[in-house]
């Protein structure tokens, strides 16, 4: 079975552009989250959905950032306008009703 | 406080030794530990869950839970260069209805010299 897909996997971008990230689920997982992993605050949960419906979003930064779940095959997490200091791997992770998450490969985002 | 500790190394160990991770957690509350490996440039990779007190054991690896000492331990025997990366403690404790929210540490640093 095909694991946690993201894209794209790098994205290069300049200060106040819109970026925005894509998750594709493992089949039949009902949770997803959204991550963001830098040296300096480790791995940070920004938001994360059951069923589709954001449960927690109070990792999220600020109102620049957004994320939508419209089906359960598809997520998107956007960044509008994107700083430099959005600059981190993003990493998308699903689970089915246990607590054990299943990562996707990340986004490496870079904000100049 | 930080709710879930680790030391970040690195842990420098010769091949074939026991490598040993350690990680305390704040919250009493907590149910449910997991460890993760994340080799440099990629995603975290899910290697050993733990719910209850004790030793669980796979392959190699063992993880240890102490929920009176908020304590939860990987053993990693007979380490191999391969196993050089940085391994993440992770923690769930529930809030009202988060009941699915992990808390990560900042991972330690495993180095297996040849």
């Known amino acids: 079975d095909a694991g946690v897909i993201q894209s794209p996997r790098h994205e290069v971008t300049e200060m106040g552009q819109e970026v925005t990230l894509r998750c594709k689920p493992i089949?039949?997982?009902?949770?997803l989250f959204w991550y963001r992993q830098t040296m300096m605050r480790g791995l940070e949960l920004l938001i994360y959905?059951?069923?589709?419906?954001?449960?927690?979003d109070s990792g999220m930064p600020e109102d620049r950032f957004s994320a939508k779940m419209p089906n359960a095959s598809f997520s998107t997490l956007k960044i509008q306008p994107s700083e430099p200091r959005d600059s981190a791997v993003y990493f998308c992770?699903?689970?089915?009703?246990?607590?054990?998450?299943?990562f996707g490969p990340g986004t490496r985002l870079t904000v100049t | 406080q930080k709710e879930v500790e680790q030391n970040s190394g690195p842990l420098s160990v010769p091949e074939g030794a026991i490598a040993s991770l350690n990680c305390t957690y704040s919250d009493r509350g907590s149910q449910s530990f997991f460890w993760y490996r994340q080799y440099s440039g990629k995603s975290p990779e899910l290697i050993m869950s733990?719910?209850?007190?004790g030793d669980k054991e796979d392959g190699r690896f063992t993880a240890q839970l102490n929920k009176a000492s908020q304590y939860v331990s990987l053993l990693i025997r007979d380490s191999q260069p391969s196993d050089s990366a940085t391994y993440l403690c992770a923690v769930n404790t529930p809030y009202g209805g988060a009941t699915n929210k992990l808390i990560f540490g900042t991972g330690t640093l495993l180095a297996v010299q040849p």
């Open positions: 089949s039949g997982h009902d949770y």
């Open positions: 959905f059951n069923n589709n419906v954001p449960i927690d």
């Open positions: 992770a699903s689970s089915f009703t246990t607590y054990e998450q299943y």
């Open positions: 733990i719910y209850s007190n």
